[in-house]
């Protein structure tokens, strides 16, 4: 039996939960941060660098084990077919050169199906490392929301014992804020080892996927790729950079791409913090609702992402730069279509 993907239809369960779990969070952290600072502040921070969504990122992931698998039947096929063709039938030079042409192109399909499972497989382990850390960003942010809409009631009841309970409760939600930043932090630079690993694994193993078909007779011309390249990487380092300026807690985080680059720049931007601190929960907000309009109306009216141009999500570049960016030859193939006699019904 051959090898079979997972069908990435089943992650959509997943995808749809998870859509809402991470912008709930950095929406429900927003009060604690206001109210306690200190470690709920460093908690909101953490909570905006993470937000995601494992489920897509799993499908993804099955997408690409889906064209592994597409790759790796095919080579088997092939192999099939040729071989259905005994000696006796055809035999001689020509036999042996359509044989070695076929086990070359058998070995390409081989070594494009096991780079792409390489990139299944890596995706799928960020994505289920991240299926922990969101769902637990938002059990705490949930459970510190619940206690500052606590304290705040009880602090507006006018005796002193609700001002003895209104303590009570702050040292509560420092001492449940700093344990769950220990945790969440722990785990968020586990993800980070990993990611950079993966991230060095692909590189490499598509370097050398590179020199494997090059050695059976296809050459890749890394040209061809670069107006996606190019605009992949661009959006991707523009958008990642905004994300770095917005984040709130910068003054409590030294060792930051800007902290190294310019102190005085760094406490600059940190005298926003309260800016950047309502920018995480309207965005979760904004997500949210995004999200929920999705699920609705998916092909409902937005102006703002038909433009290609998202400020909420930090995405300035329009859809019409992409367009131009990715033309050149380098599109993606339109691997579903069928060839023209079977679209006929032809033989």
């Not at 597409?70 to 042996?96: F, H, I, N, P, Q």
């Not at 001002?163 to 420092?174: F, S």
Request: net charge negative; glycine share 10%.
């Amino acid at each position: 039996m051959g090898y079979t993907a997972p069908n990435p239809e089943q992650f959509s369960g997943l995808e749809q939960a998870s859509s809402y779990m991470a912008p709930l969070a950095a929406a429900q952290i927003t009060l604690p941060a206001f109210l306690f600072s200190g470690p709920c502040t460093a908690l909101s921070r953490l909570i905006y660098m993470n937000q995601c969504n494992p489920g897509q990122l799993m499908i993804v992931a099955a997408t690409w084990l889906q064209v592994a698998e597409k790759y790796l039947a095919a080579s088997d096929m092939l192999k099939e077919k040729t071989g259905a063709v005994d000696g006796e039938t055809w035999s001689g030079e020509d036999r042996d050169a359509f044989d070695g042409k076929a086990d070359k192109v058998a070995a390409q399909l081989q070594t494009i199906g096991a780079f792409a499972m390489q990139i299944g497989i890596s995706l799928f382990i960020m994505a289920t490392m991240l299926a922990v850390m969101v769902p637990l960003m938002l059990a705490v942010a949930t459970s510190l929301m619940a206690f500052s809409i606590a304290y705040l009631t009880i602090r507006a009841i006018p005796n002193p014992i609700s001002a003895i309970v209104a303590e009570n409760i702050r040292l509560i939600v420092m001492s449940t804020a700093t344990s769950s930043l220990t945790a969440l932090t722990a785990l968020d630079n586990a993800i980070g080892v990993a990611a950079k690993t993966l991230a060095g694994f692909m590189g490499a193993n598509m370097t050398a996927t590179w020199i494997a078909m090059a050695s059976k007779g296809i050459l890749i011309n890394p040209a061809d790729t670069l107006g996606s390249t190019g605009f992949s990487m661009l959006q991707g380092l523009s958008q990642l950079a905004l994300r770095n300026l917005m984040a709130p807690g910068r003054a409590g985080a030294s060792g930051t791409h800007l902290d190294k680059i310019s102190k005085p720049l760094s406490d600059t931007v940190a005298k926003a913090n309260p800016f950047m601190q309502g920018f995480v929960g309207v965005q979760g907000v904004y997500n949210i609702g995004n999200n929920a309009a999705g699920d609705v109306n998916p092909d409902g009216e937005n102006k703002m992402t038909d433009a290609g141009i998202d400020v909420m999500g930090l995405d300035f570049i329009p859809n019409t730069f992409e367009d131009k960016a990715r033309g050149g030859g380098d599109d993606a193939p339109n691997w579903s279509s069928k060839p023209k006699d079977e679209e006929e019904g032809g033989e």
